[in-house]
């Protein structure tokens, strides 16, 4: 609608200017003088009437006097007067005047769809996608990008002594190591250590090998893109694309894997994928349905995709 009221408002001011220039009254001469015409039939009448001996000489000639005066100064006003040519309003210039608002409105839209982007620079295609590679390609690794957030040095020491401490109990017995693991992974989340229980997982996740459970690769991306405030990593799109070879129907990768395309300008992509959940899963109450109804939006409109 963003778009559309704005180009309705201009495409009627066009048309509007437009349907006045059909309308417009143009400055132009008289094809006769009506007057003349009606003084040489008042002639011809005054010489019927004498030829018929209604009216002497005598008056003929005063009468044909007095129109020849006449006639003198209807054509001298004749020459000094502009008639204005007034075009009718007819059907046809109504519905000309429709088509052309019509027209105006429909083809900047479809002009904007096809070339357009609000907020963007003229590219073609091919130049965006060299962009958002480039993009891909420069992005911070999950560690690099976190030293941007914030100093997190106390809780990168406390999963050093951490891991150390446990590394002693898998000694004995492994079972209770990946029991305490997790309990210092809830521990650390309710204490608001976000990056520490981050961590503690990628620990967990890489103990358990090729026996990790779905359900604990899709936390441990949550936990890397939470803890990042939402930047999707090179390593959490690795996790994304490891969950999705298990499971292509994944909601929650699938989320991610759109909002990492959304940062890399790609938002084209991540309406697709949106787009998608919210068509199977439109009815879903969620929060992640929730975030992707409130923000799909904006992300049609930088795809240059009209929702309405």
């Known amino acids: 609608m963003e778009i559309w009221l704005p180009g309705i408002i201009l495409s009627a001011i066009a048309s509007g200017i437009i349907v006045l220039i059909l309308f417009k009254q143009r400055p132009g001469k008289a094809e006769g003088n009506l007057e003349l015409q009606v003084y040489a039939r008042q002639l011809d009448e005054l010489e019927q009437m004498h030829r018929e001996e209604l009216i002497p000489s005598g008056e003929l000639s005063q009468a044909k006097s007095e129109l020849g005066r006449k006639i003198l100064n209807s ?27 019509f027209s105006l409105m429909i083809g900047s839209q479809l002009i904007h769809n096809f070339l357009g982007n609000p907020g963007y620079g003229d590219q073609p295609i091919n130049k965006r996608i060299e962009v958002s590679l480039t993009l891909k390609e420069s992005r911070l690794s999950q560690s690099d990008y976190i030293k941007t957030l914030g100093n997190f040095e106390d809780e990168e020491r406390e999963f050093i002594d951490t891991i150390e401490r446990l590394n002693q109990v898998k000694s004995q017995n492994e079972e209770d190591y990946q029991d305490l693991i997790r309990i210092f992974i809830q521990t650390s989340l309710a204490e608001g250590k976000v990056h520490l229980a981050t961590l503690l997982y990628n620990q967990l996740i890489s103990y358990m090998g090729e026996g990790v459970s779905l359900d604990d690769l899709v936390t441990q991306v949550e936990l890397m893109i939470y803890s990042s405030q939402l930047y999707v990593s090179p390593e959490a799109e690795l996790a994304i694309l490891a969950i999705l070879e298990r499971d292509p129907t994944n909601v929650n990768a699938r989320f991610y894997l759109g909002l990492m395309y959304e940062q890399v300008a790609r938002p084209d992509l991540t309406f697709e994928i949106w787009n998608d959940i919210l068509v199977a899963n439109n009815n879903v109450d969620s929060p992640l349905i929730d975030y992707i109804k409130s923000h799909i939006g904006k992300v049609a409109q930088k795809a240059g995709i009209n929702l309405f």
């Open 75 to 101: 054509d001298k006003q004749f020459q000094n007067t502009k008639i204005t040519d007034v075009r009718q309003f007819d059907r046809r210039t109504f519905f000309l005047s429709i088509i052309i608002f």
